[in-house]
């Protein structure tokens, strides 16, 4: 005989009746944001001539102290390069106080993280260290700017890896296709027009004796900006740096020369590759001109988000690819524009040719709906772009080396928010010459080459090899 529950009892099915609380804090008042600006910047010189920035951030507890040298890729002797990138990378490999592996016991003691890297425009060095071991952090920062001990067997290990590194750009078609139009760009005697990591031959050459001579003359204080942000990081003692001296180097060169040919492509064969990584870029002026500000509108909405144009039409509407992107980037002088996405191999000619037709200023003019949205996008991302002590230590060490002054940021938006429909297209038309873009490509060269020829382009084929000198 079965018992049915009485309505006035509650079932162990049943859920347990909800208790409504209070909440554990109140809501937060919501009012309207400020404008945004760049964080106040702090300026002193030190008596051995390195410029020091310090940028105080409440709230960020890991410190970022980034060192730019005046130190770029065209500072390398002819036949050694990849000394610079060399350099940088068995700098912490020990130390005269700290040999060995003891000075990256020194380091984990303090949770600290080394960096760096050989660029184009600079050397940067970079150290992330905990606020409360940032007095710790700069002293083995100092030791390892003024002591470290450049080991044979050290410098031979990243010299191997330096190979390694040409040996994987070899089989990375976005590398290849970026080299290839570097290539074309840059005049074979510049030093840009080669990888950065050097070739077979010069990697050969390079020994301890050479890159503690590389390391003597060029990390110099004189030429040099130390850039240190966080919470109270205008607290930061300087004096252990006090000890790094040498003479200033002459300063590096500031000029952009770029080639120009029409409609020519550097084709790198890769037999095997799945698809054809494209590459294309435009030497133009930099952020001294009056458009600078319209020509990063202008890119934003040519390629710069993804409801620009060229990633409405190529990937959106005709399906050719997972997305093409454009920027503008700046050199120390002057700035490239660059355009990048990888195709199916049997539409890559194609998708260059509607490329090269969306790029062309003579076509559609940029509609003001598509200007406000690309520039309320640039000045938008603007807090999300320096939310980090390392984004802002990095951006201010750039600007330094480029002679200019830590408040171009903001006059740089304040401009940039005015950019408007007219000046755009302004830019696009007079800096974006559609004649003048240089054509990397890397893929199938049995397929790409007839294809990109019966569409008018003058096609070079070259091997992944001959391209990064791995024959040595």
């Not at 804090?25 to 945004?36: M, N, Y």
């Not at 550097?266 to 002026?285: C, F, N, Y």
């Not at 998708?351 to 000045?379: S, Y």
Request: aromatic share 4%.
């Amino acid at each position: 005989m079965s018992h049915a529950t009485p309505p006035s009892q509650t079932s162990p099915k049943d859920p347990a009746p909800q208790v409504q609380q209070a909440p554990l804090r109140p809501r937060p008042t919501v009012t309207t944001g400020s404008a945004w600006t760049f964080p106040h910047v702090e300026r002193r010189e030190l008596g051995n001539g390195l410029t020091v920035l310090t940028v105080p951030l409440p709230g960020q507890e890991i410190m970022s102290i980034q060192l730019a040298l005046d130190v770029p890729l065209a500072s390398e002797p002819a036949d050694l390069e990849g000394i610079g990138a060399v350099t940088v990378r068995t700098a912490d490999e020990g130390t005269a106080p700290h040999p060995g592996h003891e000075f990256a016991e020194q380091m984990e003691q303090i949770a600290a993280s080394y960096g760096g890297s050989a660029m184009q425009t600079s050397t940067m060095l970079s150290l992330d260290v905990p606020r409360e071991q940032l007095s710790t952090g700069m002293e083995l920062f100092a030791e390892l700017l003024t002591s470290t001990a450049l080991d044979p067997v050290d410098v031979g290990r990243q010299v191997d890896a330096s190979v390694a590194q040409l040996a994987r750009t070899a089989h990375s078609g976005p590398s290849l296709a970026q080299l290839a139009a570097n290539r074309l760009l840059w005049p074979c005697s510049s030093r840009l027009s080669r990888a950065s990591a050097g070739s077979m031959s010069t990697l050969a050459a390079i020994d301890a004796e050479r890159v503690r001579e590389f390391w003597n003359q060029m990390w110099r204080p004189g030429r040099g900006v130390l850039v240190v942000a966080g919470d109270h990081a205008d607290e930061v003692n300087l004096d252990v740096l006090e000890q790094w001296t040498g003479t200033p180097r002459a300063e590096s060169t500031r000029e952009l020369t770029t080639t120009a040919a029409a409609r020519r492509v550097l084709l790198v064969d890769r037999p095997d590759a799945v698809q054809a990584d494209v590459r294309l870029q435009l030497g133009t002026p930099g952020r001294d001109h009056p458009l600078w500000p319209a020509l990063k509108v202008a890119a934003a909405a040519l390629g710069g988000t993804f409801s620009s144009r060229l990633n409405s039409v190529l990937r959106e509407e005709k399906g050719w690819s997972y997305g093409v992107g454009m920027s503008v980037r700046p050199m120390k002088c002057g700035a490239i524009a660059a355009v990048s996405g990888a195709f199916r191999t049997e539409v890559a000619a194609e998708a260059l040719v509607t490329t090269m037709q969306i790029l062309d200023a003579a076509g559609d003019p940029l509609g003001r709906t598509e200007v406000d949205q690309a520039r309320d996008h640039l000045v938008g991302v603007a807090p999300l772009q320096y939310d980090t002590a390392e984004a802002v230590s990095a951006q201010l060490a750039v600007l330094h080396l480029a002679g200019l002054p830590s408040t171009w940021i903001d006059e740089h938006f304040t401009r940039l928010a005015r950019v408007g429909h007219d000046s755009a297209n302004e830019a696009w038309q007079q800096l974006l010459d559609v004649t003048a873009w240089q054509i990397g490509i890397s893929g199938q060269a049995s397929v790409l080459a007839p294809q990109l020829r019966e569409a008018g382009f003058e096609v070079e084929v070259i091997s992944p090899d001959r391209l990064l000198d791995l024959a040595g």
